[in-house]
T-cell receptor, first 117, second 113 residues
Framework: AQKITQTQPGMFVQEKEAVTLDCTYD???????LFWYKQPSSGEMIFLIY??????QNATEGRYSLNFQKARKSANLVISASQLGDSAMYFC??????????????FGTGTRLQVTL | EPEVTQTPSHQVTQMGQEVILRCVPI?????FYWYRQILGQKVEFLVS????????KSEIFDDQFSVERPDGSNFTLKIRSTKLEDSAMYFC???????????FGEGSRLTVL
């Protein structure tokens, strides 16, 4: 079974500043993927960034980067140069690989980010 | 860009009524999912589907729930007799393989009165 823990229910950041959203995970799977999704107030789930368990380099996608520390089982999301449009709920999630089935994505409880002027 | 589409976007129903939520996954995807999110809460897994059968289901997915892929494009979630606590946003998702992200639809908001 997989478990995702997001300990920050809410975060504030000033516009143009960087912010780190924490995520730790627990799994017995050898191969897995870690994901971050953004959910704005409109409700849709927007994929942001992905890190495979065997990827040695931290993933980056534009202003998003994933600080992956496998030994600590953490996969923190870093958003650089925050914008007002970044205000949303952010979910960390993981998915085991090579199970031979439609392996599910397990979500954390989310962190609500508010970007201020 | 291909996307997952869901209908209806919002449905209001009376307790005890049957509801069918429809999804059209991305056309070359093979793995399909339903999730639900009660307002302001966690995104919860309901069921996964592959090769025309259920791969896994959660404890939420009891006998009142069923899924079907009636043709090559649609993937439906049926709730036979809705309860007040079924009120939630229901998300359909699909993916092309055993790795990579799930692509989510925009959700169907179900309100049970």
């Amino acid at each position: 079974a997989q478990k995702i823990t997001q300990t920050q229910p809410g975060m504030f950041v000033q516009e143009k500043e960087a912010v780190t959203l924490d995520c730790t995970y627990d799994t017995s799977d050898q191969s897995y993927g870690l994901f971050w999704y953004k959910q704005p107030s409109s409700g849709e789930m927007i994929f942001l960034i992905y890190q495979g368990s065997y990827d040695e380099q931290n993933a980056t996608e534009g202003r998003y980067s994933l600080n992956f520390q496998k030994a600590r089982k953490s996969a923190n999301l870093v958003i650089s140069a925050s914008q007002l449009g970044d205000s949303a709920m952010y979910f960390c999630a993981m998915r085991p690989y090579f199970t031979g089935t439609a392996s599910k994505l397990t979500f954390g409880t989310g962190t609500r980010l508010q970007v201020t002027l | 860009e291909p996307e997952v589409t869901q209908t209806p976007s919002h449905q209001v129903t009376q307790m005890g009524q049957e509801v069918i939520l429809r999804c059209v996954p991305i056309s070359n995807h093979l793995y399909f999912y339903w999730y639900r999110q009660i307002l302001g809460q966690k995104v919860e897994f309901l069921v996964s589907f592959y090769n025309n059968e259920i791969s896994e289901k959660s404890e939420i997915f009891d006998d009142q729930f069923s899924v079907e892929r009636p043709d090559g494009s649609n993937f439906t979630l049926k709730i036979r007799s809705t309860k007040l606590e079924d009120s939630a946003m229901y998300f359909c998702a699909s993916t092309g393989g055993e790795t990579g992200e799930l692509f989510f639809g925009e959700g169907s908001r179900l309100t049970v009165l």
